[in-house]
């Protein structure tokens, strides 16, 4: 068998020595080239000293360029016990440096991670399984305490779920929780995308890698009242603010235009109009008129 340049066999013979046929319910769409695994682990590098924790390696192909590149060790978490033995595999050609979980991302605490991890820093590399993506991104912004656990995200999403990570007021269609919550606590961008005939099997979109980094001092507010504001907002994103907010307002018994007033927002604008300082300004707004009831 020729054996790819690290020394482990080709992704393609893996998959059919374990018998990894993938699985929509998993969200599994393999990469089998390794030039595009070793873009996206330069994409989350330098990685020397650093600790990578990948949500869902399948086969293996991100891990062993995370590897490849120098990681000083890799978390892999994959909930699909098929394939386990296939990462052994990497395990052995690594030795010491690829930790293997069998878990539920959604179900993991951070801590088991800052526990594995040792004292090395933390990045987040994935190609994330589409169905849980988003669910675990949220997660990663809600940490506290905050700076997080980790010190960077490189991830892969459908494109219009990178859209909507990225977006600016500018971008209206796309600007909304995700963009507000992503906005705050880290600077975010697209890397490149990739097409889906990359992929095994081929989703039916193209896919974005992303970088988060965490702003190390985002601007102080409360996460529960900015969530609160953001749900009643962008729940009835072409309503103006002043009759969007209006049960969000009263819950803090005052008018939604007095809570408007005190954060400096016009009330009548749109929730997608207001820019990620404007909802930071109505979160710390509504925590004074809280505390002063
Ligand atoms: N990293 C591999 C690659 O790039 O070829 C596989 C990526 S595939 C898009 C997503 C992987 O996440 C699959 O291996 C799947 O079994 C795994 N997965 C799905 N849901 C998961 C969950 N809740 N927790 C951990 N892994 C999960």
Same mark, same amino acid.
């Given at each position: 068998?020729?054996?790819?340049?690290?020394? &482990?066999?080709?992704?393609?013979?893996?998959?059919?020595?374990?018998?990894?046929?993938?699985?929509?319910? +998993?969200?599994?769409?393999?990469?089998?080239?390794?030039?595009?695994?070793?873009?996206?682990?330069?994409?989350?590098?330098? &990685?020397?000293?650093?600790?990578?924790?990948?949500?869902?390696?399948?086969?293996?192909?991100?891990?062993?360029?995370?590897?490849?590149?120098?990681?000083?060790?890799?978390?892999?978490?994959?909930?699909?016990?098929?394939?386990?033995?296939?990462?052994?595999?990497?395990?052995?050609?690594?030795?010491?440096?690829?930790?293997?979980?069998?878990?539920?991302?959604?179900?993991?605490?951070?801590?088991?991670?800052?526990?594995?991890?040792?004292?090395?820093?933390? $990045?987040?590399?994935?190609? &994330?399984?589409?169905?849980?993506?988003?669910?675990?991104?949220?997660?990663?912004?809600?940490?506290?305490?905050?700076?997080?656990?980790?010190?960077?995200?490189?991830?892969?999403?459908? $494109?219009?779920?990178?859209?909507?990570?990225?977006?600016?007021?500018?971008?209206?269609?796309?600007?909304?929780?995700?963009?507000?919550?992503?906005?705050?606590?880290?600077?975010?961008?697209?890397?490149?995308?990739?097409?889906?005939?990359?992929?095994?099997?081929?989703?039916?979109?193209?896919?974005?890698?992303?970088?988060?980094?965490?702003?190390?001092?985002?601007?102080?507010?409360? +996460?529960?009242?900015?969530?609160?504001?953001?749900?009643?907002?962008?729940?009835?994103?072409?309503?103006?603010?002043?009759?969007? +907010?209006?049960?969000?307002?009263?819950?803090?018994?005052?008018?939604?235009?007095?809570?408007?007033?005190?954060?400096?927002?016009?009330?009548?604008?749109?929730?997608?109009?207001?820019?990620?300082?404007?909802?930071?300004?109505?979160? $710390?707004?509504?925590?004074?008129?809280?505390?002063?009831?």
């Amino acid at each position: 068998m020729t054996l790819a340049q690290d020394g &482990l066999p080709p992704l393609r013979e893996v998959v059919a020595a374990f018998d990894l046929s993938p699985k929509k319910s +998993l969200g599994q769409n393999f990469l089998f080239d390794l030039n595009l695994t070793g873009r996206i682990a330069r994409a989350a590098g330098p &990685l020397d000293g650093v600790a990578v924790v990948e949500i869902g390696p399948g086969p293996g192909g991100l891990t062993r360029a995370l590897l490849a590149h120098g990681a000083k060790k890799v978390i892999a978490v994959e909930r699909d016990a098929r394939c386990l033995a296939a990462l052994q595999a990497i395990a052995a050609h690594w030795p010491g440096r690829l930790d293997i979980v069998e878990a539920d991302a959604l179900s993991l605490e951070a801590r088991l991670l800052v526990d594995k991890a040792g004292r090395a820093p933390i $990045r987040i590399c994935a190609n &994330l399984p589409y169905n849980v993506a988003t669910a675990l991104l949220v997660r990663w912004l809600e940490a506290e305490p905050w700076p997080p656990f980790y010190e960077r995200l490189t991830l892969m999403f459908q $494109r219009e779920v990178a859209l909507r990570i990225v977006a600016t007021p500018a971008e209206r269609a796309d600007y909304g929780r995700l963009a507000v919550l992503a906005g705050w606590r880290t600077k975010a961008r697209i890397l490149f995308d990739v097409p889906a005939a990359a992929f095994t099997p081929p989703p039916k979109v193209t896919s974005s890698v992303v970088e988060l980094v965490p702003r190390a001092e985002p601007a102080a507010c409360d +996460l529960r009242l900015l969530s609160g504001l953001t749900q009643a907002a962008f729940g009835q994103r072409r309503k103006m603010l002043r009759q969007s +907010l209006k049960s969000f307002a009263a819950s803090l018994r005052v008018a939604s235009s007095d809570l408007l007033v005190a954060a400096g927002v016009d009330e009548t604008r749109r929730a997608e109009e207001v820019d990620v300082d404007g909802f930071v300004a109505l979160a $710390r707004a509504a925590e004074k008129i809280h505390q002063s009831h």
